[in-house]
């Protein structure tokens, strides 16, 4: 693993973000469980998302479907017959590598040469059986990507919200997938979270029409990445996926590339559908999925565009962005709205009951509003450094003259400038920070 990636795989167990998953019974592969810290910036980005492409739009309407569907809805979408991987298995160490990952005929794994089988398709689905009987009849898949869900929802929607064309509908949720090469700690495992969109428009009269839609949607990628995710721009660029290795539905695709540790990768995709999946269920249903615009009473399935991001490649690249190390010591450059703790509170010292009695009141007054951490162990520099680790943008201490003037001494994290802030307008002072940018220095 490459050295930042070690480090941040470290710093993640060490200070509670993120760990191996099942640890205490020899671990799973691939598999990682969200600590105290990791849930809260988990959460903080999920909310991000909302509230940027649910909340404050008034075009885009949420759901949240069960994740495990009818079987026939992973026929209709084409996942049956085509959401598959090449797979080629070492006969020596019966290691199993994705074909089309393979550099030569060398096992990446024992080192063996040509000793792979012959390519075999692998379907990515996990499957499981609904009810008491294992049979094939009671088949069912834990779903692999959130989308379909929307397409098979779209006609409640229709029906019971005051939806016109052009709306999105947007979910978060998690999606499965038995990759045959996990790893990259968050980037590629086999359980996930996703949060889609299906942009719903007029069928396209000329290419023009749906590249204006779909251009508006990369500048919306673009945006998500620079100013809620805060990471910097320089490190994400754009790759238009040849015909060739285009999902089966899709009929542009773009990938949004992040210069991660390992290499230029895919963080997130952005695809024309066209009306492949309304088309598909409407058929495999029989249920008519058109709608019917309210001016001119015409009826067409629309077409589809779909920005797809994934919630952990998400939280990996916040974390590989934000890594520092200064004069040895590490600091998290989270961006303030998605630290997971907004604000420390110290008492300059623990033996003080004045002070210690000011900091909690303080922190509790805080916490109603925030993820807040009250501390009073070791000196103040170990405390500001064990909150520069986590991220913490803000470390408010209440010191002796706390107690004459009403005020408190605040520290940047990204700054280290220090502040006196009256008590009563912290909150204040706090929020117009988070709802600022981070300052890099
Ligand atoms: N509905 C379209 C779709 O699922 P995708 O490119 O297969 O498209 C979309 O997946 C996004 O989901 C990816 O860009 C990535 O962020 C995330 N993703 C996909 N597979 C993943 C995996 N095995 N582990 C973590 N994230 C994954």
Redesign the pocket.
């Known amino acids: 693993m490459n050295d930042l990636m070690e480090k941040v795989v470290a710093l993640c167990k060490r200070r509670g973000f993120i760990y191996p998953g099942s640890e205490i019974y020899g671990g799973l592969s691939n598999s990682w469980d969200f600590g105290p810290l990791g849930v809260e910036l988990k959460n903080n980005i999920k909310e991000a998302w909302w509230k940027r492409f649910v909340q404050n739009r008034e075009d885009i309407v949420g759901l949240d479907a069960a994740l495990i569907m009818n079987p026939k809805v992973w026929e209709a979408s084409g996942h049956v017959a085509n959401f598959t991987d090449p797979l080629k298995e070492c006969k020596k160490c019966h290691g199993r590598f994705r074909a089309d990952h393979l550099k030569d005929e060398t096992c990446p794994s024992c080192g063996a040469k040509d000793s792979f089988t012959e390519e075999k398709v692998f379907n990515l689905m996990f499957k499981t059986f609904i009810g008491p009987a294992e049979e094939s009849a009671n088949v069912a898949y834990f779903r692999p990507?959130t989308?379909q869900a929307i397409f098979v929802d779209f006609k409640n929607i229709l029906d019971t919200m005051r939806v016109r064309v052009p709306f999105g509908i947007a979910q978060v949720g998690k999606?499965f997938?038995n990759?045959i090469t996990?790893g990259n700690f968050?980037?590629?495992?086999?359980e996930?979270e996703?949060m889609?969109i299906e942009y719903f428009f007029t069928p396209p009269k000329a290419d023009n029409d749906w590249a204006k839609e779909f251009d508006k949607w990369v500048s919306e990628v673009h945006s998500w990445i620079k100013d809620d995710l805060g990471l910097d721009p320089k490190k994400v660029s754009e790759y238009e996926v040849p015909d060739s290795d285009r999902?089966h539905y899709s009929k542009k695709t773009i990938?949004f590339m992040f210069d991660f540790p390992f290499g230029k990768e895919?963080?997130?995709?952005l695809?024309y559908r066209g009306d492949f999946d309304l088309k598909s269920h409407q058929e495999s249903s029989g249920q008519n999925l058109k709608y019917r615009d309210p001016k001119t009473g015409e009826e067409f399935l629309p077409h589809v565009i779909?920005p797809?991001?994934?919630v952990?490649?998400s939280v990996l690249e916040v974390l590989l962005d934000s890594y520092f190390e200064e004069d040895g010591k590490i600091k998290l450059r989270i961006k303030p709205s998605l630290a997971p703790i907004k604000v420390a509170v110290f008492p300059l010292l623990s033996n003080k009951p004045d002070l210690v009695n000011l900091a909690r009141k303080i922190y509790l007054d805080l916490r109603k509003i925030y993820m807040v951490v009250l501390d009073e162990r070791g000196n103040i520099g170990g405390r500001y450094a064990a909150q520069d680790e986590i991220g913490t943008p803000f470390c408010v201490t209440v010191d002796f003259q706390s107690l004459e003037d009403v005020m408190v001494t605040v520290r940047d994290r990204d700054t280290g400038r220090q502040e006196r802030v009256k008590i009563d307008e912290l909150k204040n002072f706090i929020q117009e920070k988070l709802n600022g940018n981070r300052n890099r220095t």
């Open positions: 990507e989308a999606a997938r990759e996990p968050l980037f590629r495992v086999r996930f996703q889609e999902a990938d895919e963080l997130y995709g695809a779909e797809s991001f994934g952990d490649r």
